[in-house]
């Protein structure tokens, strides 16, 4: 179909603020100087909010207001510019991307067979110049290399004449201008001395610059390839169908599209979970890697949450949604690496802001430079052949991928660490933070409670209560189901709302909920919370036995002391900022030896706390995950939160980490600074090369083909420096190294 043919209509969606948006896949972006074109020329569209361009996917994400611009219009403009749209569709968008790498792949290996056999020519004519080659003999050769040049040229030069000839036929340059003039002049000039007899000829050049061009060009694109992979691991994850059970009991295969909140949907032994949402029946193991970090399977009951994306074991579940196609973990995790992809940092766009100077100021001096030779009073064809190789070297690949070689890297390491960054510029403020300000509930504990001490096996009570429980989303009920391994529930339960719960069992009434409503002494319950500081009661009564009272709290995550005591050892300073109560906060405090903390935070105390840090100098880093924690998050230098948190605190930070540890936040940290020390390091390998080749190829001391291997080697230095940081990562300390220590298997509040 056409891109006349195509309703472009259908593919906008509702955005933010009355917007709307578009995703758009877009061929013939080879590099930063071709978003920045993008993005500035459909800016100048009236309406146009929002226009970036991922560099990775070759994918363009436009919000604007509809009724100032249509989405024809935005595609006219593309087309305008010289680029081809087409829907963004994941799996069509790799088929042509795949196409372009084996087009590259035939391009280098046509480029490096001729070059070899020109090369092979050429050494034959550089040692006859100097001993006793005849001039016929030497004319016969430039001929051959001439007729293995011309074609190779045509062919394998395709990239970028087709990017070059795109961007002239729309009045504008880019980075592949310089490229193809460089090539055409030198093989013209080689074709010119040829015919005139010269003693040299520069087709080795020529093919020798095209087969380092496409080296580059391909580890680039397989370097994006990689980057690529991620998302489409994510996308692999999600179902298209869900088998929904209706209200007759039938079961019936659906597109997850068409499922909403309260279906009851069936997921069967093998089946990837389609839904989030919680098991009514069943029970089976889960591989919720996704969601914990952890490999291992997870046992799952009724009552408990499973996730989109997840792999069910061998048991059928019946799972009731909560959230379906669009609003599951799963998505919200693709919208964050998306977001992250797509913003710009501030390196992206010193780098951008070069490239787009790159061609006026290439063509600038190369120009000079042939100038500047004739007036000196060298002839034209060596003064041209000068200038060719300032227009080489000159190249900016090593800058155009100083930056997004970095970000490719760290983000995939970022991803291994559990870590999602919700902001472009979030590696540069992470690198930059002295002062960490943790919230506790949620964030340096588990979301959920758990039971302080063991269950007694033969106490028939309480396993009686683990049955009850059952009856109840409540989270002490949950977690009494899952201290007891309660599996089989009581019959005929009646629920008094904010209370409790009530059954017979045997003719005696059971009752399980707060201490008012299973009548406990007032003495008993002061009691045990003196004893358990910060816990949460859950009464049970069995007939005229005692009140049992059964003593909640949230647990340290099982690695915050370890990782407490590896950003203290860094120098960071920490503090915690909990609303929670007194007690509960020292008791936390204590076990993790952080020194500063407050308690009974409210959000505006602890944005008064963050301000009096920042007015002091500190950058910040904030991580929680409560509502209360929103605007802080918000007001930080930087900030953190749990997949766990509420969706305002998600929104509200910068990066978000997965799993039951601590250690992606130490992560986080630390790999930001050596990404922000990278960036730096390319950009300067950048900025000297230049330094250092510019004027050494203006003095006349290099050739076209020492120009190509020069400009290819700048690029591949600032690739390996930034796939240095997958190795030499000593002070990392895995998952499986983090040991629990004693005091934090008790549980906190």
């Known amino acids: 179909m056409t891109v006349h043919q195509r309703d472009w209509q259908s593919f906008v969606t509702p955005a933010e603020d009355g917007a709307v948006h578009m995703d758009l896949a877009v061929d013939g972006i080879t590099c930063a100087a071709c978003m920045g074109e993008i993005e500035r020329g459909l800016k100048r569209l009236p309406g146009i909010r929002k226009a970036r361009v991922n560099l990775t996917s070759q994918r363009l994400a436009v919000d604007w207001v509809e009724d100032q611009t249509g989405a024809d219009e935005i595609v006219a403009e593309l087309e305008r510019l010289g680029y081809a749209a087409h829907p963004f569709d994941p799996a069509s968008q790799k088929e042509r991307q795949d196409k372009t790498g084996k087009q590259l792949l035939r391009c280098l290996a046509i480029a490096g067979f001729a070059g070899m056999n020109i090369m092979l020519l050429s050494v034959s004519v550089w040692s006859g110049n ?284 970022l991803f291994k660490s559990g870590i999602l960054l919700n902001s472009g510029d979030a590696i540069e403020r992470l690198a930059a933070i002295d002062t960490i300000l943790f919230d506790k509930t949620g964030t340096l504990t588990l979301a959920e409670p758990d039971l302080v001490g063991a269950i007694d096996p033969e106490d028939e009570v309480v396993i009686l209560a683990g049955r009850l429980a059952l009856a109840s989303r409540h989270p002490l009920s949950m977690a009494l189901v899952k201290a007891t391994g309660a599996l089989i529930p009581l019959p005929d339960v009646t629920e008094t709302s904010g209370a409790g719960l009530e059954t017979q069992v045997n003719g005696t009434t059971l009752r399980l909920g707060s201490p008012l409503f299973c009548g406990a002494e007032t003495a008993s319950v002061e009691a045990h919370l003196a004893a358990v500081p910060g816990a949460t009661l859950l009464a049970v009564r069995y007939g005229d036995e005692p009140v049992r009272l059964l003593a909640f709290r949230q647990s340290l995550r099982p690695d915050a002391k370890a990782v407490i005591n590896e950003l203290t050892k860094q120098g960071y300073a920490l503090e915690i900022l909990s609303g929670d109560t007194e007690p509960s906060v020292r008791s936390c405090a204590e076990v993790l030896e952080i020194q500063n903390w407050q308690a009974g935070m409210t959000p505006s105390a602890k944005i008064a706390r963050l301000e009096v840090l920042q007015a002091a100098g500190h950058k910040v880093l904030m991580v929680g995950d409560g509502l209360n924690d929103a605007p802080a998050l918000a007001g930080a230098h930087v900030s953190l939160s749990p997949v766990s948190a509420v969706h305002l605190s998600q929104a509200a930070a910068d990066a978000v980490f997965l799993g039951h540890k601590l250690q992606p936040v130490a992560d986080a940290l630390r790999l930001s600074i050596k990404a922000r020390r990278a960036i730096e390091q390319n950009l300067w390998i950048s900025t000297i090369y230049n330094i250092i080749a510019v004027p050494i190829a203006v003095a006349g001391f290099v050739t076209p083909l020492m120009a190509a291997v020069a400009m290819s080697a700048s690029s591949l230095a600032v690739t390996a420096n930034a796939l240095r940081l997958r190795i030499g990562d000593g002070k990392k300390t895995t998952r499986g190294q983090l040991g629990i220590h004693d005091q934090e298997k008790e549980v906190l509040g």
């Open 130 to 413: 100097v001993s006793d080659i005849t001039p016929e003999t030497r004319d016969f050769f430039h001929w051959i290399s001439a007729l293995i040049a011309l074609p190779t040229v045509a062919y394998s030069g395709r990239p970028f004449i087709k990017s070059a000839f795109r961007a002239l036929s729309s009045g504008r340059l880019n980075m592949d201008v310089p490229i193809v003039i460089g090539v055409g002049l030198a093989v013209a000039l080689s074709l010119v001395q040829t015919i005139q007899h010269h003693h040299h000829a520069y087709f080795e050049s020529a093919v020798m610059l095209l087969f380092f061009l496409l080296i580059g060009r391909y580890l680039d694109h397989n370097m994006r390839g990689r980057t690529r992979s991620f998302a489409e691991n994510i996308a692999a994850l999600k179902a298209e169908v869900a088998a929904r059970i209706n209200l007759d009991g039938t079961v019936r295969e659906v597109p997850v599209s068409k499922i909403v909140a309260g279906d009851l949907v069936l997921v069967a032994g093998g089946e990837r979970v389609s839904v989030d949402g919680v098991v009514e029946t069943g029970i089976s193991e889960i591989d919720q890697s996704l969601v914990t970090g952890e490999s291992v399977l997870v046992p799952v009951n009724p009552g408990q949450r499973v996730y989109a994306g997840t792999l069910n074991g061998a048991g059928a579940l019946q799972v009731r949604v909560e959230a379906a196609s669009g609003a599951t973990l799963l998505d919200e995790v693709n919208r964050l690496l998306e977001a992250a992809s797509q913003a710009k940092s501030k390196y992206v766009q010193i780098a951008d802001r070069a490239a787009q100077l790159y061609a006026p100021l290439v063509h600038g001096a190369a120009a000079l430079t042939f100038l500047g030779w004739l007036v000196a009073g060298l002839a034209w064809q060596p003064a041209l052949v000068i200038a060719i190789s300032v227009l080489i070297i000159t190249c900016p690949c090593a800058l155009g991928l100083a930056v997004p070689a970095v970000q490719v890297v760290v983000s995939g390491q």
